[in-house]
């Protein structure tokens, strides 16, 4: 996808209802109510309509599951629906997506993978903003390429 201009986090529509099911989602996690949130989270993808609201509703459905196999399902659809968009709006959503897809390639042991999604998050970590999430996205992205190549030079000592 090109590079687009920086959309913040802040755009997202408060009053969408996939968004309001999500913010309801992520105080429940807060509270430590994972099963509120799985749940609130599960209606978000079954309320979406469009493929906007896919992609964030497919963003927290990857995070409520048990399986890294399946985590990754998720993420790679929150990965397809934010292509299937195809403009600005999602722009913001693909580093994060990226890193996730990458996190993830790694508790599954495909060290390669995850390298190639660390290295795609890197490439587009200039669509977040400077506000901590975009802090906190960039060290992920940083910690998660330095895993790799630890593992690498683990590998090639051993």
Request: proline letters at 3%.
């Amino acid at each position: 996808m090109p590079a687009t201009s920086v959309r913040a986090m802040s755009d997202i529509d408060p009053t969408d209802p996939v968004v309001v099911l999500c913010a309801a989602g992520m105080q429940a996690e807060g509270a430590g109510d994972t099963d509120g949130a799985r749940g609130l989270f599960e209606q978000a993808w079954h309320a979406a309509t469009t493929d906007y609201q896919g992609c964030i509703a497919a963003h927290y459905m990857a995070r409520h599951q048990r399986d890294p196999a399946d985590t990754l399902k998720w993420n790679e659809r929150c990965l397809s629906l934010a292509n299937a968009v195809g403009d600005e709006s999602v722009a913001t959503f693909y580093p994060s997506a990226y890193l996730n897809i990458g996190s993830t390639l790694e508790q599954l042991g495909r060290w390669q993978a995850a390298e190639e999604a660390y290295a795609e998050a890197e490439q587009v970590l200039s669509r977040l903003g400077g506000d901590g999430y975009g802090r906190l996205v960039r060290d992920a992205v940083a910690r998660g390429r330095a895993r790799v190549a630890d593992h690498r030079q683990a590998i090639a000592g051993a």
